[in-house]
């Protein structure tokens, strides 16, 4: 997460290398060839796992791109669908597509050929952005679990709209590049061993160089609190309370409810006529169900976001803190479990990346909608009228269905009436 390399600090991995660098300090051609023949025989071909691994990387790097894409275009190309969630998930999206384009290249070689091949400049930039798309992203979840607690929770306090969303995305954005800026400063390039500098760049490190061993420690630690530990609580707890609001009080569609409701209308209302009375009443009460459903949904897919957020980013979170805080891989003796795990948590970052996509889809219905009619359409007339054809039995299902419900409900209020 801060800071793409996997220094282990570990002298034992390369005395070998060490001590056949001194025997072959010549001039002589073959020697040197010999030298870099072991070199790519024991430290740069890829190991079995590592194959794994970098198919893993290139299906990631292809459902991210792709699923991001069309999750900003679906969100661009409908009106109806740009609310101040979805202007949120945009911008998480666009956090996904960043760190995939710029990072995850950069992060496939480095974990496969233990080496930084991409000079000092890139070895400032490509940390930076990693830490500010992190950055982004747990800022834009923490904005979207704010908007939906004051939404379901206190919805007189705060009234959220799209242009204080949109404004909200900028200062997320600012703030992220303003405090990961001691990021890009303290990353340099450095050979490990100095001895082969004028001969290859293998063994070449992109990894954090500060002035003193305090420094680290607290960076280290802040980063952990404020990106992952802090905005985690507040977001679980905000959840709990939406749970609690939409899941464990009496909504509307109970009879209790309904009768109460009913009475209240019967009470205030001004003589009107016997149907009209039940009319309105049942679409209230069937307007009020309908919302606290979609409330329900959304919030059910948000909580799977998070969750999985949360998953994927625990392993580095937890593997920083060990390495930079408490130094405990500095002398360890099983260095490719380790490597091993630090290279498997690199990948669930961008995992992360490409599974928002994937809840969106199984998760919205107005989502799995769009990303339908993308991939099926084979032309762009057909791939159109489809689409228009789908929206228009879409609605007029709804219709169908509202209309089905309201009758329901009229039968249902007959029967409490002549009940109370």
């Known amino acids: 997460m801060s800071g793409i390399t ?13 001590n056949t660098t001194e025997l072959h300090l010549h001039p002589d051609l073959d ?11 024991e430290y740069l071909h890829p190991k079995q796992y590592e194959w794994v691994l970098i198919a893993g990387y290139i299906i990631v790097f292809f459902v991210s791109l792709i699923g991001n894409s069309l999750v900003c275009f679906a969100v661009w190309k409908n009106r109806h669908m740009r609310t101040v969630t979805n202007y949120f998930i945009v911008n998480l999206s666009l956090a996904d597509v960043l760190v995939t384009i710029t990072c995850l ?3 496939l070689v480095v974990d496969i050929t233990e080496t930084w091949f991409f000079g000092n400049t890139l070895c400032k930039v490509v940390p930076y952005l990693q830490t500010i798309s992190v950055s982004v992203s747990v800022l834009t979840l923490s904005g979207i679990a704010q ?6 929770c206190h919805p007189l306090m705060f009234k959220s709209t799209a242009k204080r969303a949109r404004k909200s995305i900028v200062l997320i954005w600012v703030v ?3 405090i990961m800026i001691p990021q890009a400063i303290v990353m340099e390039c450095s050979s490990l061993l100095p001895e082969l500098t004028n001969k290859t760049s293998l063994f070449t490190v992109c990894d954090e ?19 992952y530990f802090a905005p985690l609580c507040l977001m679980v707890l905000a959840y709990i309370q939406i749970c609690h609001k939409l899941w464990c009080q009496q909504i509307p569609g109970s009879s209790s409810v309904l009768q109460r409701k009913w009475r209240t209308f019967q009470c205030s209302a001004q003589a009107p006529a016997p149907g009209e009375s039940v009319r309105v009443r049942t679409s209230t009460v069937c307007a009020e169900i309908k919302q606290v459903r979609a409330r329900r949904k959304t919030a059910r897919m948000l909580m799977v976001v998070l969750f999985v957020f949360a998953l994927c980013y625990l392993p580095i979170s937890v593997l920083n803190i ?9 002398n360890t003796n099983d260095r490719e479990t380790v490597y091993a795990w630090f290279t498997f948590s690199h990948w669930l970052i961008y995992a992360n990346s490409a599974a928002n996509p ?21 032309c762009f007339g057909q791939g159109q009228k489809q689409t228009k054809r789908t929206r228009t039995r879409t609605s007029t299902d709804s219709r169908k269905s509202l209309s089905t419900q309201v009758n329901n409900m009229d039968s249902v209020s007959r029967i409490s009436d002549q009940v109370v």
Do not use: Q
Not at 362 to 367: A, I, Q, R, V, Y
């Open 105 to 107: 290249p950069a992060s």
């Open 358 to 378: 994937i809840i969106y889809n199984f998760l919205s219905g107005k989502f799995r909608e769009e990303f339908k009619a993308a991939f099926s359409c084979h």
């Open 147 to 152: 908007d939906r607690w004051y939404a379901i």
């Open 31 to 41: 020697e040197d060839d010999e030298l870099l023949k072991y070199i790519w025989r």
């Open 209 to 227: 160089h500060w002035g003193a061993e305090i420094y680290p420690k607290v960076y280290h630690t802040c980063f952990f609190i404020v990106t």
């Open 6 to 18: 996997v220094n282990l600090d570990c002298e034992e991995c390369l005395s070998h290398v060490a």
């Open 176 to 178: 992220s590049c303003i």
């Open 322 to 330: 060990m390495k930079r805080v408490f130094g405990t891989f500095k």
